[in-house]
């Protein structure tokens, strides 16, 4: 389903994978497309990030550990970039997350405006 939704149907969105359920979220501007699993075994997650990156060409994939998924997540971006969101403090971990996600579809409407 990503795969034809990025080549496809909207291959100009903003597309979120969150490496269970599946939520699809259409807005006017930007669409995404969000997914979630969690992992044990770091190398299997690290693998799985990429396999998804190549298969279904998103922007961005959260991935987090199941040990640590309140206190760590990390954002595989499309142009290989890695990037650690860590908790500090007494607020949540989606704070910073959404900032961190914000920033980087910021920077990807930028990108797609300078076309």
């Known amino acids: 389903m990503l795969g034809k939704i990025t080549s496809d149907w909207a291959s100009k969105v903003f597309v979120i994978s969150f490496k269970v359920p599946t939520y699809l979220c259409f807005h006017m501007r930007p669409s995404k497309?969000?997914?979630?699993?969690?992992?044990?075994?770091?190398?299997?997650?690290?693998?799985k990030v990429k396999q998804?990156?190549?298969?279904?060409?998103?922007?961005?994939?959260?991935?987090?550990?199941?040990?640590?998924?309140?206190?760590?997540?990390?954002?595989?971006?499309?142009?290989?970039?890695?990037?650690t969101v860590l908790k500090d403090g007494p607020?949540?971990?989606?704070?910073?997350l959404i900032l961190a996600i914000c920033e980087k579809h910021g920077k990807f409407l930028e990108e797609q405006e300078s076309k």
């Open 52 to 83: 998804s990156l190549s298969n279904y060409r998103q922007q961005l994939v959260v991935a987090n550990m199941l040990q640590s998924y309140k206190t760590k997540v990390m954002l595989y971006a499309k142009d290989g970039s890695v990037q």
């Open 33 to 47: 497309v969000f997914s979630q699993q969690l992992e044990t075994d770091e190398h299997i997650l690290e693998h």
């Open 91 to 96: 607020s949540d971990i989606e704070e910073k």
